[in-house]
């Protein structure tokens, strides 16, 4: 019970993040050229990203050993989750720019407006590449969290939940969700995901954690306290 | 052919930012997992620590890399 929240909870807020990128570019399309093409290209994804979810969720659950499977799995979340966490350190310490939704959108429509004369394709292929692209992290989270754990319906679930939520939330407002706390919540997921990769990894090792899964929370901890280390030292200023 | 290439950038992108950061946290779990299989959980400790210190350490190259 206490693990499949977790899943839930690391599914729906990572597919929460890059749902409100994708709604970003469908809102950029539809709102300047019509809702059809970019309808037409967000459902064309989304039937793409769902075979994706059926065909390499079932071929893992059935097919790949659990041990082989949490040690492949468990290092891939270790690469996604240190890269959203990296990415999140500097962007708490100022290195790096916050992800600005709004200027994300205004620079989509500016594109799309210098492209009036095209054809209504553009409409459809921006969407479609735009959902397909940021939902395949989407699709990795899912499968990553839900297979692993054995957990897959609690995992789409989650996902499915974070774009529904998002969507319904873009329909509500009618442009990007600028006030989503994206940062804090990649910094969040990439803690989770960071900390779930290692369980797996090492459990895939061979290795048996003191207090099973609750030693994850132990794992949370650590990665926290060791990002907001590099957060201070990043802010404080580096000798040349 | 470039929406293909865009899409296997983004699912190389999805775990590789830095190639030389993504080849020290394979190396720490391929000695990870030569250490658990000598010394059982207590190489876990190591195992997290070292993980957590690389992500402190290469945070502060790309920090100094910035300033420069």
């Not at chain 1, 061979?206 to 306290?225: H, K, N, R």
């Not at chain 1, 907001?228 to 404080?236: G, I």
Request: aromatic share 10%; proline share 3%.
């Amino acid at each position: 019970m206490y693990q499949q929240l977790f899943v839930f909870g690391a599914a729906f807020l990572g597919s929460a993040v890059e749902s409100t990128e994708a709604l970003t570019i469908v809102l950029a399309v539809g709102l300047t050229r019509g809702w059809r093409a970019p309808l037409l290209g967000t459902v064309a994804a989304l039937v793409a990203l769902a075979v994706l979810v059926v065909f390499f969720g079932q071929l893992i659950v059935s097919r790949v050993p659990e041990s082989s499977l949490k040690l492949l799995v468990g290092t891939l979340l270790l690469l996604f989750g240190l890269r959203w966490l990296h990415k999140a350190v500097l962007r708490s310490a100022g290195i790096v720019e916050m992800h600005d939704e709004e200027r994300a959108y205004r620079q989509t429509v500016t594109e799309l407006r210098a492209a009036t004369t095209r054809h209504d394709w553009v409409g459809f292929v921006l969407a479609l590449k735009g959902v397909f692209l940021e939902g395949l992290e989407v699709v990795f989270i899912v499968i990553a969290v839900g297979g692993t754990g054995r957990g897959l319906p609690v995992a789409v679930a989650g996902g499915l939940l974070a774009m529904v939520v998002v969507a319904g939330a873009g329909v509500a407002v009618r442009r990007p969700l600028a006030r989503v706390p994206e940062n804090t919540l990649k910094y969040a997921v990439g803690v989770i995901l960071t900390s779930l990769g290692t369980f797996w990894a090492a459990e895939g090792m061979g290795a048996t954690w003191p207090y099973d899964f609750v030693s994850i929370l132990v794992l949370v901890a650590v990665y926290f306290g060791a990002s907001r280390l590099a957060v201070s030292l990043v802010r404080t200023p580096v000798p040349a | 052919m470039r929406f293909a290439r865009a899409a296997i950038s983004e699912v190389v992108g999805l775990f590789v930012a830095d190639w030389v950061q993504s080849a020290v946290i394979v190396a720490i779990l391929a000695a990870g997992w030569f250490a658990v299989n000598r010394l059982g959980a207590a190489a876990l400790a190591g195992l997290v620590l070292l993980l957590a210190g690389q992500m402190v350490w290469f945070a502060r190259a790309e920090a100094r890399r910035a300033a420069r």
